[in-house]
Every structure is written in C-alpha cells, then in structure tokens.
T-cell receptor
Framework: GAGVSQTPSNKVTEKGKYVELRCDPI?????LYWYRQSLGQGPEFLIY????????DSGLPNDRFFAVRPEGSVSTLKIQRTERGDSAVYLC???????????FGPGTRLTVL | AQSVTQLDSHVSVSEGTPVLLRCNYS??????LFWYVQHPNKGLQLLLK??????LVKGINGFEAEFKKSETSFHLTKPSAHMSDAAEYFC????????????FGKGTMLLVSP
C-alpha cells in the first residue's frame, strides 16, 4: 500500500518568505508527527496530531512555525518569515491507533537562502 | 525526560565482519526502543523495536539488538556486514505515555569496505 508522502521533495526559498510543506499520511492513521532533521543530527520532534487536533506542539521552535490538519488526514507545516537557520529536512510520520511504530515519509529538504 | 546517546558517530567494518553499533538510553518511563536506518537520500526505515516483550529482538536484514535494563543499553549487532548495510543508523526511544513521541540519537554512520 501507499506509504507516507511529502511534497515538495525540495524547496528553496529566500530569507523572509513564507513556505508550506505538505504531508499525506498512510490512510487510516490517526496519529501524525512532524520532525526536523538538521545536517549531521538526528530528527527532532516538532508537533504531534491525534486526529485534527495538535496534542503536543512543544517541539515547535517559535511562533513562526505552525501546523494544521483540518480533516484529520493531510497536514501542512507552515513557516513564516523563514530564516537561514530553518534550513533542514522536514520529516513527517504517521502511526495507527494503538500501534507503536511510526512510518516516515521521504522528507522535504528546505533551503533558505 | 528521555534521551539517547549513540556512542560512536562513525563505525567502519570490512564486508563479512561483525557489526556493533552502541546505544545507551535514559527514560523516566518504561521505554520502547527502536533502531531506524537511513540510506542516502532515502526515508527512515524501521529495523527493529523493543516494547517490553523479549529482550533479544530480531529485525530485518539480519540485525538484532538486546535490551539490557541494568546497563540502560540497546546495542545493535549483525554477525556479518554486507556492502548494502552502509547507511546511517539511529537509536530511538519512545515513552509509553500514549503520545509515542520519538527521541532520536545523533546517529552512527556505518561504513563497509570490501
């Protein structure tokens, strides 16, 4: 079956611009996570959705970052006034209810010039 | 709070020799532990997981890991390395709090020479 998909695969933007990153989870998975992987580091948690609501957004670095999941399926991570330090690979993962394994998408590589 | 320490940033082995990737964890709760592998320009793939059942866990591609609570370790091993094993490996801990948020180590790059 289809795995987690993320679009775009690559995004290059200029400092100060707004970007949106999209995640399509595995069908039926109620839990959705966003992580950020900086160069040479392991992924770091950003936000967790259970259904439509953000159950834990403690990993968002500041208020320039926001994510939504309006219908409990597709999620969009939004970054306002991008900074060079936002350059990273943004990973999305989904998990079915009651399971403990997260399945990761291929990521979106964001480059802020 | 939870954390993971991967003791080696790089490990180099020859093809056909054993692999050992070391991981220590810290968790306030009874943890679930995972190893994920990331090949260049590919997504993260689950190798194996420990979730409080058998302490010796077998995964895909001949990898296994042993959970040792007394040592707070979860080292990854493979008896014989293959060229295709060259990749970055992440040790990961998750609480059983219901959220299952993952905390990753910094990764170990496995290099396999012919």
């Amino acid at each position: 079956g289809a795995g987690v998909s993320q679009t775009p695969s690559n995004k290059v933007t200029e400092k100060g611009k707004y970007v949106e990153l999209r995640c399509d989870p595995i069908s039926g998975h109620t839990a959705l996570y966003w992580y950020r992987q900086s160069l040479g580091q392991g992924p770091e948690f950003l936000i967790y959705f259970q259904g439509t609501g953000a159950a834990d957004d403690s990993g968002l670095p500041n208020d320039r970052f926001f994510a939504v999941r309006p219908e409990g399926s597709v999620s969009t991570l939004k970054i306002q006034r991008t900074e060079r330090g936002d350059s990273a690979v943004y990973l999305c993962a989904s998990r079915s209810t009651g399971a403990d394994t997260q399945y990761f998408g291929p990521g979106t590589r964001l480059t802020v010039l | 709070a939870q954390s993971v320490t991967q003791l080696d940033s790089h490990v180099s082995v020859s093809e056909g020799t054993p692999v050992l990737l070391r991981c220590n964890y810290s968790s306030s709760y009874s943890p679930s532990l995972f190893w994920y592998v990331q090949h260049p320009n590919k997504g993260l793939q689950l190798l194996l997981k420990y979730t409080s059942a058998a302490t010796l866990v077998k995964g895909i591609n001949g990898f296994e890991a042993e959970f040792k609570k007394s040592e707070t370790s979860f080292h990854l091993t493979k008896p014989s390395a293959h060229m295709s094993d060259a990749a970055e490996y992440f040790c990961v801990v998750s609480t059983n709090s219901g959220y299952s948020t993952l905390t990753f180590g910094k990764g170990t790059m496995l290099l396999v020479s012919p």
